[in-house]
């Protein structure tokens, strides 16, 4: 039987396109820290038999390919209109919501006492609200800018597009509670964040209402 009283911290980790979240929240895994990637939810909501796939097929006809939503197809669909935006959000947050929860009550009934969740769009979409603390990975915007642009298919036009929708990294990180800097060293890095994890493990986080 799972201890109620066991701490259970939740952490955001979140960051511009771009900055190294990925290889944080790799680094945060590799350490045994659950972690909950939102892009991966709903890349598996968008695949065949996806709980995203029927709503986002009759609404982006186009983006339908061999039974499952094609990202990038649906992403020529939404970029740069805000109505098509919008229309996509509404369908998909719920059921990112959902698997969240779901993520949340199993982490707690393992006893673990930290978690993260991954989310690119954490302050825009009012994400802050279901976690403790946020920490923002960032970059000089130099390296940003680089690493983004060496992308296949990924064009100077269409980064900054994507950057129009992203709070400014100097905001998230004056409203983050920890910034991790990729800048650096990859050894740096791992040892910023094994320092976080060393801090953040057996503090009493909010309690997160699950069913």
Not at 154 to 163: P, R
């Given at each position: 039987?799972?201890?109620a009283k ?143 642009l060496a ?61």
């Amino acid at each position: 039987m799972t201890d109620a009283k066991k701490p259970f911290y939740v952490l955001g980790l979140t960051g511009s396109i771009g900055m190294g979240k990925s290889t944080v929240s790799q680094i945060f895994r590799d350490q045994d820290v659950p972690v909950l990637d939102a892009d991966q939810v709903v890349h598996d909501l968008y695949a065949h038999g996806g709980a995203a796939v029927g709503p986002v097929s009759e609404a982006f006809p186009s983006a339908f390919k061999e039974g499952a939503i094609d990202r990038r197809a649906l992403s020529t669909c939404v970029v740069g209109d805000e109505v098509a935006i919008k229309k996509l959000e509404a369908m998909v947050h719920p059921l990112v919501s959902q698997r969240r929860e779901q993520f949340l009550k199993q982490c707690k009934l393992e006893g673990r006492p930290l978690v993260v969740l991954d989310i690119p769009l954490l302050y825009e979409t009012g994400a802050e609200a279901h976690v403790d603390a946020v920490a923002v990975v960032s970059a000089p915007a130099e390296i940003q800018e680089s690493r983004v642009l060496a992308r296949p298919g990924m064009t100077t036009e269409k980064f900054k597009a994507i950057l129009s929708r992203q709070i400014p990294d100097e905001e998230k990180r004056m409203r983050a509670d920890f910034c991790i800097d990729t800048s650096v060293s990859m050894e740096e890095t791992k040892a910023h964040v094994q320092a976080l994890i060393q801090a953040l493990q057996g503090r009493y986080g909010r309690q997160v209402e699950i069913a």
